[in-house]
């Protein structure tokens, strides 16, 4: 069964750091893409960063790049998302999202990603 679990969300001011971790079940995690995702109130769903997990390789959202970093802990099937310099623009809900078959990343596209965890609110205040 695949399963996602968020956790780390919460309340920061501008300028602050928030870090995110989504678990996953182990066949989940192995050698898989998976990404983080966020829908602001009123927005579309967008693409934030993915990993894949076989081999480490990493894509961002331009709005992220140089503030947010994704990175994974093999032996605890966990996806990390470190949020620096957060701004009120990254005020969102995010999502912990996985491909689900054995895949390297190709996008940040949300029609790529099967499955998708509960998600972790992100309030960012000026």
């Known amino acids: 069964q695949v399963q996602l679990v968020e956790s780390g969300g919460g309340s920061v001011q501008a300028g602050g750091s928030l870090r995110l971790s989504c678990a996953a079940s182990?066949?989940?995690?192995?050698?898989?893409?998976m990404g983080w995702f966020r829908q602001a109130s009123g927005k579309e769903r967008e693409g934030v960063a993915a990993i894949y997990t076989g081999g480490g390789s990493t894509l961002y959202a331009d709005s992220v790049k140089g503030r947010f970093t994704i990175s994974q802990d093999n032996a605890k099937n966990t996806v990390y998302l470190q949020m620096n310099r957060l701004k009120p623009e990254d005020t969102a809900m995010y999502y912990c999202?996985?491909?689900?078959?054995?895949?390297?990343?190709?996008?940040?596209?949300?029609?790529?990603?099967?499955?998708w965890g509960q998600g972790t609110q992100v309030t960012v205040s000026s």
């Open positions: 182990k066949y989940t995690y192995s050698s898989n893409c």
């Open positions: 999202a996985a491909v689900g078959l054995p895949s390297d990343c190709y996008g940040l596209g949300t029609a790529e990603y099967n499955y």
